[in-house]
């Protein structure tokens, strides 16, 4: 299994500012995914982080708005830019066991004001 | 379409009811099936693997659909603390990026 260690595990913000979670790994993973899961809704995928690479963000994210750090193995951090309240949501950072499971994060519970 | 569909719910039961949930795919490629419990404001935490065989875990039997493209999760004799929001989670081809449903929520009531 895998522990993640994720913080802060909740922030109030105001809109405007910029909030940085970070996920911090138990072991050394090749592969870190960074979701949102809005209120009653599944979660979406925001980006893949690989250590030493740009990260790959998907279908309406971009980088600008959620710019991603990975500097090693067992260490990302998500950036969440200039917030607005429709940004209020809980971001949880995953790893994976090669298909066999998923583990998360305690998740990171923004809202913005 | 989603690529992964769930009804939302709620499933409401009361305690030792038997209840059921499916999830259709549409990728006909996916490999890897699960289902996740989502507590209240946690994480989600991984309830079991969906094998092709179907698979058993005490009160919970999941089973895997690959002609018509969907997964079930069968809840014998319910309880109060299986209240909570069942995720299915598919893997495709070879993508190690999993792909969530949106949740069935179920609420087991005394």
């Known amino acids: 299994s895998a522990v993640i260690s994720q913080k802060p595990s909740r922030d109030i913000c105001q809109r405007g500012t910029s909030l940085t979670i970070q996920c911090q790994v138990d072991?050394?993973?090749?592969?870190m995914f960074w979701y949102r899961q809005q209120p009653g809704q599944s979660l979406t995928l925001i980006a893949t982080?690989?250590?030493?690479?740009?990260?790959?963000?998907e279908s309406g994210f971009v980088i600008d708005k959620f710019p991603i750090s990975r500097p090693n193995l067992t260490f990302s951090t998500l950036t969440v830019s200039n917030m607005s309240p429709e940004d209020s949501s809980i971001y949880l950072c995953s790893v994976e066991r090669q298909g066999i499971e998923a583990f998360f994060g305690q998740g990171t519970r923004l809202t913005v004001v | 379409r989603k690529e992964v569909e769930q009804d939302p719910g709620p499933f409401n039961v009361p305690e030792g009811a038997t209840v059921a949930f499916n999830c259709t795919y549409s990728?006909?490629?996916?490999?890897?099936f699960f289902w996740y419990r989502q507590d209240c404001r946690k994480e989600p935490k991984l309830l079991m693997s969906?094998?092709?065989s179907g698979n058993e875990d005490g009160r919970f039997t999941a089973q895997l659909n690959r002609a018509s493209q969907y997964i079930s999760l069968l809840i014998r004799d319910s309880k109060l603390s299986d209240s909570a929001t069942y995720l299915c989670?598919?893997?495709?081809?070879?993508?190690?990026?999993?792909?969530f449903g949106r949740g069935t929520s179920l609420i087991v009531h005394p």
């Open positions: 072991s050394q993973v090749t592969m």
């Open positions: 982080a690989n250590q030493g690479s740009e990260a790959t963000y």
């Open positions: 990728n006909s490629a996916s490999q890897s």
């Open positions: 969906v094998y092709s």
């Open positions: 989670v598919v893997l495709s081809g070879g993508s190690y990026i999993p792909t």
